[in-house]
């Protein structure tokens, strides 16, 4: 791959000073995968391993500037969005989607933490779900986020199939949080179940998976174009992240996302 072919993945995400999440996790992952990742940072946060304390988001005129400049001077494959914060950084985001429909986009919704530490502010719920969600070629909520964006639906099924309603293309639905005895990824579309991925469950709490997932996922899209080999690939590569996963820090795992540097696998 020369370098004018290298895929550009343009990221929307916030600023984890653990370095297990956020778009410290999105620039390894995208690295990882042999592409560029041009990262706009939506968010200051304030966290640990353990919990998110706080958070402040971005001027959403400076978002938009700097995620312009990038897109009239890269070739951008694909827009990944991580955490957005604020409905103001949301209305920033829809604006520069709706300029450039045929770049897709992968969305991992973040709202909040495990143990309900904030990430956004009052509304942006709503506003993800009428200005973000219909720009969506994958989204990849856990099962709580899911059910954020689909207010109502009685099961997981139900609210990823209620989200493509929205015109969001494909629903990739995580089952970290699920009960199964392994974890079970569900991919939705056409209003339906298309494919079920199947993985080991492991021991420990990791910081970062998620961003990990969409954001490899972003950076395979770039070069296959078949969703589900994509989807399977991308769900391979973190689930190996966190199988290599080490803690550093007295709470979560930190995935490794570079576990392929090592020497059994050169």
Known sequence: MTESQTPVILCFSGLDPSGGAGILADIEAISSQG???????????????????????????LLIEQARAVLEDMPVSVIKIGMVGSTEIAEAIHSILV????????????????????????????????????????????????HVLAPGSDTPSAAAVSILETSCQYVLLTGTHG?????VHTLFCNHHECKRYHYERLPHKYHGSGCTLASSLAAILATEPDIEAAVHRALDYTHKTLVHGKRIGMGQYHPNRFFWTKQEYK
Do not use: H, W
């Open 179 to 183: 009960k199964t005895s392994d974890v």
């Open 35 to 61: 592409a560029l990742c041009a990262p706009i940072i939506t968010a200051a946060t304030v966290q640990d391993t353990q919990d998110v304390m706080s958070f402040s988001p971005m001027p959403a005129d």
């Open 99 to 146: 300029d450039y429909p045929a770049i897709k986009v992968v969305y991992d919704p973040v709202f909040s933490t495990e143990k309900d530490g904030a990430l956004s502010t009052p509304g942006l719920v709503e506003s993800a779900r009428v200005l973000l969600l219909p720009l969506t070629t994958v989204l990849t909520p856990n099962i709580f986020e899911a």
